[in-house]
Structure formats: structure tokens, C-alpha cells
């Protein structure tokens, strides 16, 4: 079975600063990998996917992540946090077609 | 257009009711799902639909019965409601296989009293 594992349950960040949520997956398989996002009282929306090809994948509003097999982590960034970037974070994984299972997910907050 | 919409998105009730919740999307998409947020936000699945056929069951209580009347719609009727069944439930639905990406309704906040 795959699993997802977010380290940090909440990340708090000045802004103009570097966001850095970090995520590690168990799998036996070549993993699907996602990021998404949740804002307050709203429903998730998708960040970035990685499914095969380039291991650096970029998404909206500046996020990017990069799948590293050796260390089986997906670990999202983004080079200059905005006080719009507070939210939840959750990085999930594709088991198999029809189904994503999620991490316990990430919250951040920005500093003025 | 909302992709993805679910009404209600408030429900308060008493335990032992029973209650629906639905859930369309107009995206044109073969698969919808329900997933559960407790209230530490994690987000579990319950189900999952291909072509109105139910795919995954992940060892929800009975007292779950979903239904696809067509592939744009999948509601979730709740028996003998319990506290424990307070929480947000999310749809979702998506095209395409492992790598698809989902798109999620606003959710539907179930209380439970």
C-alpha cells in the first residue's frame, strides 16, 4: 500500500520568505504524486502533478516540487511567500486509477 | 459555472436522522468520488465512481449508501446519523486514470447535535 507522510503540521513563514513544505511517500510502485491546496471554508484545488517525465514540476501561483526517488519525497517550494499563500497544504498519492490518498496536511501562515 | 457543486453546504441534524447530500458536476467527467475531512482536516476517501459503477468502497459504514443516477451526479444518503458522522464531506470528480487531476466541490459541513 502507498502512503503519504507531511512533515510539519504547520509552517509559518514572513513573507517575501521561502516556503518549503516537505512530503514523503511509501510506494512500490512508480508513484503518481500531487499537491493541493485548501483556503479557508473552500474545497482543494490542484497545485502541481508529477506523473513521469521531468522529476522538477512547476504549478500555479509559483509552487514548484521536485520528486526525488532516492529519498521518495515530493517536497513543494516557493521562493517568496505572499499573505494569499496561507492555507492548508496537502500532498497526496495515487494508489491505483479512481483513487488519491492524502497526507495529514500542512498549515501555513505569513507574516507580515 | 461551478464545476463542482453540493448542496447542501450546511447541514445541522439530530443523531438517529437520516439526510442527503448531492453533488453534480458539469465538467463532463467518467469519475466522482466522496471524501470525508474530520476535524483535524484529514481527508479521507469513501468512494469512488466510473461510469456510475461504484469502484472503490473503503470500508465505510453501511449506513453510507451512495447513488449515481447518471455520470454527472452522485449523491450520499446517511442513515441513523451519529455524532461521530460530523465532519466536511467533499465530491470530487476527474477524467482519465491514475494521474488524472480531481476537482473538488466546496464542501458540505455536516453537524451532527
Known amino acids: 500500500a502507498q502512503s503519504v507522510t507531511q512533515l510539519g503540521s504547520h509552517v509559518s513563514v514572513s513573507e517575501g520568505a521561502l516556503v518549503l513544505l516537505r512530503c514523503n511517500y511509501s510506494?512500490?510502485?512508480?508513484?503518481?504524486l500531487f499537491w493541493y491546496v485548501q483556503y479557508p471554508n473552500q474545497g482543494l484545488q490542484l497545485l502541481l502533478k508529477?506523473?513521469?517525465?521531468?522529476?522538477l514540476v512547476k504549478g500555479i501561483n509559483g509552487f514548484e516540487a521536485e520528486f526525488k526517488k532516492s529519498e521518495t519525497s515530493f517536497h513543494l517550494t516557493k521562493p517568496s511567500a505572499h499573505m494569499s499563500d496561507a492555507a492548508e497544504y496537502f500532498c497526496?498519492?495515487?494508489?491505483?486509477?479512481?483513487?488519491?490518498?492524502f497526507g495529514a496536511g500542512t498549515t501555513v501562515t505569513v507574516r507580515a | 459555472d461551478t464545476a463542482v457543486s453540493q448542496t447542501p453546504k450546511y447541514l445541522v441534524t439530530q443523531m438517529g436522522n437520516d439526510k442527503s447530500i448531492k453533488c453534480e458536476q458539469n465538467?463532463?467527467?467518467?469519475?466522482m468520488y466522496w471524501y470525508k475531512q474530520d476535524s483535524k482536516k484529514f481527508l479521507k476517501i469513501m468512494f469512488s465512481?466510473?461510469?456510475?459503477?461504484?469502484?472503490i468502497n473503503e470500508t465505510v459504514p453501511n449506513r453510507f449508501s451512495p447513488k449515481s443516477p447518471d455520470k454527472a451526479h452522485l449523491n450520499l444518503h446517511i442513515n441513523s446519523l451519529e455524532l461521530g458522522d460530523s465532519a466536511v464531506y467533499f465530491c470530487?470528480?476527474?477524467?482519465?486514470?491514475?494521474?488524472?487531476?480531481?476537482?473538488f466541490g466546496q464542501g458540505t459541513r455536516l453537524t451532527v447535535v
Open positions: 470530487a470528480s476527474s477524467q482519465g486514470g491514475q494521474g488524472a487531476k480531481a476537482f
Open positions: 510506494s512500490s510502485v512508480p508513484p503518481y
Open positions: 508529477y506523473t513521469t517525465g521531468a522529476t
Open positions: 497526496a498519492v495515487s494508489e491505483r486509477d479512481y483513487k488519491l490518498s
Open positions: 465538467l463532463g467527467h467518467d469519475t
Open positions: 465512481y466510473n461510469n456510475k459503477e461504484l469502484i
